[in-house]
């Protein structure tokens, strides 16, 4: 079955410093990926999406994501990090149009 | 664009009892999706309409929850009966298609606590 692996539960920053969180999905096939962002108390929104083309993506609020194809992988990446980040992040793969969901990394920013 | 409108926001009832929980999709999206959320957990599908008709209700425990998609609009998700293992946020989500090109657009959800 196709699955979602996202390694880390929880992520402990500190302001500025650079953010990275895995993603690893299984399946085989042609895949559309994305990142998701659920701040306290907030639905779900999106970040980014990668579907074709570059495998860099940039998303909104200064995040990006890279889509290594031979890795199975779409990580997550932030330069530089701010207390407004603090929320849970989660990556989505969409598998033959029903998307798939990682358990999520919560991502803890101290200012 | 008005967003995925989902009531309510917050229910609490007894294991056993039944439950009812209500989406309005954004206008025009043909695809509709239901999701529990128990908490610590990522979103997992329970069912999934395009326009009135079931795509997918594969992780649908069948026995004790049932949707509807009545003229391919609102939606409706109810729990009878429910158990503890229920508690959880679900979501609703909606999709212009189901081809992956199309973004989901999710609801604020509704947390049920079972108790």
């Known amino acids: 079955a196709q699955s979602v692996s996202q390694h880390n539960h929880h992520v402990i920053l500190s302001e500025a410093a650079s953010l990275e969180l895995g993603c690893n999905y299984s399946?085989?096939?042609?895949?559309?990926l994305f990142w998701y962002v659920q701040y306290p108390g907030q639905h779900l929104q999106l970040l980014l999406k990668?579907?074709?083309?570059?495998?860099l993506v940039k998303g909104i609020k200064g995040f990006e994501a890279e889509f290594i194809k031979s890795k199975f992988s779409f990580n997550l990446r932030k330069p530089s990090v701010q207390w407004s980040d603090t929320a849970e992040y989660f990556c989505a793969v969409n598998v033959e149009g029903n998307l798939i969901f990682g358990k999520g990394t919560k991502l803890s920013v101290k200012p | 664009e008005a967003g995925v409108a989902q009531s309510p926001r917050y229910k609490i009832i007894e294991k056993r009892q039944s439950v009812a929980f209500w989406c309005n999709p954004i206008s025009g999206h043909a695809t509709l999706y239901w999701y529990q959320q128990i908490l610590g957990q990522g979103p997992k599908l329970l069912i999934q309409f395009q326009n009135n008709g079931v795509v997918d209700d594969s992780q649908l425990p069948k026995d004790r929850f049932s949707a509807e998609r009545l003229k391919g609009v609102d939606s409706t998700l109810k729990i009878q009966p429910a158990k503890l293992e229920d508690s959880a946020v679900y979501l609703c989500a909606s999709s212009q298609g189901r081809a992956g090109g199309y973004g989901y657009t999710f609801g604020s959800g509704t947390r049920l606590t079972v108790v």
């Open positions: 990668y579907f074709s083309g570059d495998p």
């Open positions: 399946y085989g096939g042609t895949v559309n």
